[in-house]
């Protein structure tokens, strides 16, 4: 655990989340700034920075992330109409918090997957 690291205290129960699955490995909680009507942020309760740094360090935790974000998806009633997993990665992508989580979203049609 990271004492720095905002998800690692949600792990740790520090800070409150709305958690919607849980597994050994993974938490998935509702984002607290939901851009759709379903934001799920699904995380490995091990730190890792990002998703590149994940998937070399412990391929089958990334593996179990995306189990989660599957299982996720069917609980919140997603499958049908799709959805949107998405990682942000870096500064370009606007990577706000260090510790990897994808990003479930949902429940309305999302777009164009980038403004112009
Ligand atoms: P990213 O820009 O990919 O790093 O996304 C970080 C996400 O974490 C944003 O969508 C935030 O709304 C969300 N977030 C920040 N703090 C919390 C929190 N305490 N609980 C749940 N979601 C959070």
């Keep these: 655990m990271d004492n720095e690291c905002l998800f690692c205290r949600i ?24 851009k759709a009507p379903v934001h799920v ?13 994940l998937a070399r360090a412990d391929p089958q935790l990334a593996a179990d992330v995306l189990v989660a974000a599957a299982a996720v998806a069917d609980a919140e009633g997603l499958r049908g109409d799709g959805f949107r997993l998405l990682f942000n990665n870096g500064g370009y992508a606007g ?13 309305r049609p999302l777009g164009p997957m980038l403004a112009r």
């Design 41 to 53: 942020l699904v995380i490995p309760k091990h730190h890792h920075a990002d998703v590149v740094a």
């Design 11 to 34: 792990v740790a129960g520090e800070i409150p989340a709305a958690v919607v699955h849980e597994t050994d490995t993974t938490l998935a909680f509702r984002d607290i700034d939901p």
């Design 95 to 107: 990577q706000e918090v260090f510790h990897v989580h994808a990003h479930v979203l949902g429940g």
